[in-house]
């Protein structure tokens, strides 16, 4: 079946820094979510694509639609502590489900 | 900003017991969706459902499990006889449309679903 690769898996870094994350698939995808879950809650979506080379911000966040429809990325610029949480990718492909990746989490130190 | 609702947010059931997990999809969105998410692992895919039909559904998605829109406001998931793999956090979404309309899907908080 359609997998996500994630990755990294954790990042911890100082308050201030850039970070970078990445999906990719050996599946093609048609829509590229990117979502953000605090402890106790459900994912937030966070930004959406929906062409391949889209680049797209919102605020300090920004994400890229892969031009080969299997990967994305997402940049965080300048992070603050309240950036602390777990990111998912999720990728849909020809059908209504979502197809999630297994999150990187991030810790923010101040 | 409309958002999903989910109730309970928590819930505690004996093993065989069955479970009604309820959800209040934003209001004018047409498709809707459960998720599950096991702890510490990624979100996973149960069923979609449109216009009162399940629409697409995954292998976990089995006998045990239905779905229904019983009103015109509430969305539910119903597990007849639970078992202790059914513990997992269970998300409602739901989106304006479905597949390519570029319409994401919003997720509600969870019913973290503990089966003793």
């Known amino acids: 079946g359609q997998q996500l690769n994630q990755s990294p898996q954790s990042m911890f870094i100082q308050e201030g820094e850039d970070v970078s994350m990445n999906c990719t698939s050996s599946s093609i995808f048609n829509t590229w979510l990117w979502y953000k879950q605090d402890p106790g809650e459900g994912p937030v979506l966070l930004i959406a694509?929906?062409?391949?080379?889209e680049l797209t911000s919102n605020g300090r966040l920004t994400a890229q639609f892969g031009t080969t429809r299997k990967d994305s990325f997402l940049n965080i610029s300048a992070s603050i502590p309240s950036d602390v949480g777990i990111y998912f990718c999720a990728g849909q492909g020809g059908s209504e489900k979502l197809v999630f990746g297994k999150g990187t989490k991030l810790t923010v130190n101040p | 900003e409309p958002e999903v609702t989910q109730t309970p947010s928590h819930q505690v059931t004996q093993m065989g017991q069955e479970v009604i997990l309820r959800c209040v999809p934003i209001?004018?969105?047409?498709?809707f969706y459960w998720y599950r998410q096991i702890l510490g692992q990624k979100v996973e895919f149960l069923v979609s459902?449109?216009?009162?039909?399940?629409?697409?559904k995954s292998e976990i998605f089995d006998d045990q499990f239905s779905v229904e829109r019983p009103d015109g406001s509430n969305f539910t998931l119903k597990i007849r006889s639970t078992k202790l793999e059914d513990s997992a956090m269970y998300f409602c979404?739901?989106?304006?449309?479905?597949?390519?309309?570029?319409?994401?899907?919003?997720f509600g908080d969870g019913t973290r679903l503990s089966i003793l």
């Open positions: 459902f449109y216009n009162n039909e399940i629409s697409e």
């Open positions: 209001s004018n969105h047409l498709y």
């Open positions: 694509l929906y062409k391949a080379g």
């Open positions: 979404a739901s989106s304006l449309w479905g597949g390519y309309s570029n319409q994401p899907q919003h």
